[in-house]
């Protein structure tokens, strides 16, 4: 191996980052950023190079009940994770966590 890159169908470079709040003891807040290069997979088709915003975030209301909720793709991005593919918009997804 000479370290060229050799398209394998996945992206050379990805990356994410978060910064996460805690703005009280039992609150969390979080907005992540997620970076994928495009690649061409050698099959006829390509993928662009995209970036997505995600925002979680999680209220502890006693040790063992929790509320969260998330927000991905917070600017409705479309893209694609494999060529021929469809991703979702934005979504929110929110619940109760229990732990016993």
Do not use: C
Request: aromatic share 12%; net charge positive.
């Amino acid at each position: 191996m000479d370290g060229t890159y050799v398209n394998s169908g996945r992206p050379r470079y990805t990356g994410t980052t978060s910064v996460i709040l805690t703005p009280a003891e039992r609150a969390s807040m979080t907005a992540r950023v997620r970076y994928h290069d495009g690649d061409s997979s050698g099959f006829g088709g390509a993928t662009q190079a995209y970036t997505v915003v995600d925002l979680l975030a999680s209220y502890g209301i006693t040790d063992r009940v929790e509320l969260y909720g998330r927000v991905i793709n917070l600017f409705d991005k479309w893209y694609q994770v494999s060529y021929g593919t469809q991703t979702l918009g934005l979504s929110a997804y929110g619940g109760v966590r229990l732990s016993f």
